[in-house]
């Protein structure tokens, strides 16, 4: 196979068609480029749902998954491995908390969380045995396990795949009240996104996450943050929690955490929280593995110095003055964000999202629609301006500004 047309007919053919992607064939990528088989060259505005947050290809994290390859890759937890306290270590360390638990995607570690939160609730909080409550907000996305799409409000999400996982209450993002409304003694935890990312970049009015941290507090509550597509310096910040200066309970984290290398997530909190767990209770066989934790390391090391995290609120500005004019020019209806990620919903009259991302597709910028009108823009943060100013003007140019 040599030719896209090929390649895209034989992946219809024989692959389940739970997505739908946009026709184009990935062969190479460095930095913020992808290149397709044919030799074209495309910029990701994607970085692979902030998967890519260090770019494809980094120098750093290919040393440090290259070297580990060649010593040892997978002991399970059967054994310990000398890589393993370090990650553990210099993620709390990062995240100014406690305890580490490991684990591979990043519904694995929501799902991690989920349990951290009800026996915390049954063990420490004394909540009678099966009772235990979470609260989430509507237009969540935490991923793909069917306990997690039982929370979920996207009919696309959740539709079929009932029985659902019960325990859940869902209340508006962004509504103080309605929160408070719903939390009770049975209550173990708050879950959300800080920037509803699936949603379309949703951040929630100010004043909400702290908001959200005192109630918790008040009501000896877990708030759990995920921060799997919001954090690791995408919003400009470690974390978006950061932004009103709140530390939550519980960080769920993925995606760049393996910096687009290998499938790395884990649940960060106190030993209150984490230490619940005994010998056999949970756990992952590549959860915390050698390759996973070397990896990470870099990751964490990229993270320590700020730079990049500097870099994505000073982009991430220029980003969003550059998107400004968008709305004033009547191109788009909203345009959200913070930092190197940005949601615009595409005026009607300019096309939905599908038909936006195809266009830039063909102009050579790769982003991806979400929820029909809205288009997300997340580069990966080690773009440069000129590179980023040069897809901001094909955004403009699909959208007839
Ligand atoms: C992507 C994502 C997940 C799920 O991560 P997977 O690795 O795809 O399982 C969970 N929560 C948020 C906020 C995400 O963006």
């Known amino acids: 196979m040599t030719s896209p047309e090929e390649f895209l007919a034989a992946a219809e053919a024989h692959s389940a068609h739970n997505y739908h992607p946009l026709p184009v064939v990935v062969a190479t990528a460095e930095g913020a480029w992808m ?23 980094n120098r750093r994290l290919l040393d440090a998954a290259r070297a580990q390859l060649e010593r040892v890759t997978l002991t399970s937890r059967a054994f310990h491995h000398d890589r393993f306290a370090d990650f553990c270590t210099q993620l709390a360390e990062l995240c100014g908390m406690e305890l580490v638990l490991p684990m591979n995607t990043g519904a694995e570690a929501v799902e991690t969380a989920i349990k951290t939160a009800r026996k915390w609730g049954y063990r420490v909080k004394g909540v009678r045995d099966g009772r235990a409550k979470i609260v989430v907000a509507d237009n969540n996305f935490h991923g793909r396990t ?26 508006p993002y962004g509504d103080l009240a309605a929160l408070e409304a719903v939390v009770d ?55 978006a929690c950061e932004h009103e200066g709140v530390v939550p309970d519980m960080y769920v984290l993925g995606k760049a955490l393996g910096g687009g290398v290998v499938p790395v997530s884990a649940v960060v ?36 110095t700020g730079e990049l995290q500097r870099r994505a609120a000073e982009l991430g500005d220029h980003l969003h003055r550059e998107l400004a004019p968008l709305l004033e020019r009547g191109a788009a209806d909203a345009v959200r964000g913070r930092g190197l990620w940005a949601g615009v919903d595409v005026n009607p009259s300019r096309g939905d999202g599908r038909t936006v991302s195809e266009r830039l597709l063909a102009r050579g910028v790769l982003v991806k629609d979400t929820h029909g009108a ?12 000129e590179d980023l100013d040069w897809g901001l003007a094909r955004v403009r140019e699909v959208l007839g500004v």
């Open 146 to 171: 069917t306990t997690i799409v039982s929370f979920s409000t996207d009919p696309e999400a959740r539709d079929d795949f009932g029985p659902y996982t019960p325990g859940f209450a869902i209340v």
């Open 35 to 57: 290149t397709d088989v044919a030799g074209r060259r495309y910029l990701d505005m994607l970085a692979g749902y902030s998967a890519l947050n260090f770019g494809h290809g």
């Open 374 to 385: 809205t288009i997300r823009i997340a580069p990966p943060l080690v773009i440069s301006r």
């Open 269 to 304: 909190s106190s030993r209150e929280v984490l230490g619940v767990f005994r010998p056999g209770e949970h756990g992952s066989t590549f959860g915390g593995n050698p390759l996973a934790c070397a990896v990470a390391l870099e990751v964490i090391a990229i993270l320590r």
């Open 185 to 239: 003694d049975d209550t173990v935890a708050v879950l959300l996104e800080p920037i509803q990312g699936e949603a379309g970049v949703l951040v929630p009015p100010p004043g909400y996450l702290a908001g959200v941290r005192a109630l918790t507090r008040a009501r000896n509550v877990l708030f759990i943050a995920d921060e799997i597509q919001s954090g690791l310096g995408r919003t400009g910040r470690t974390f």
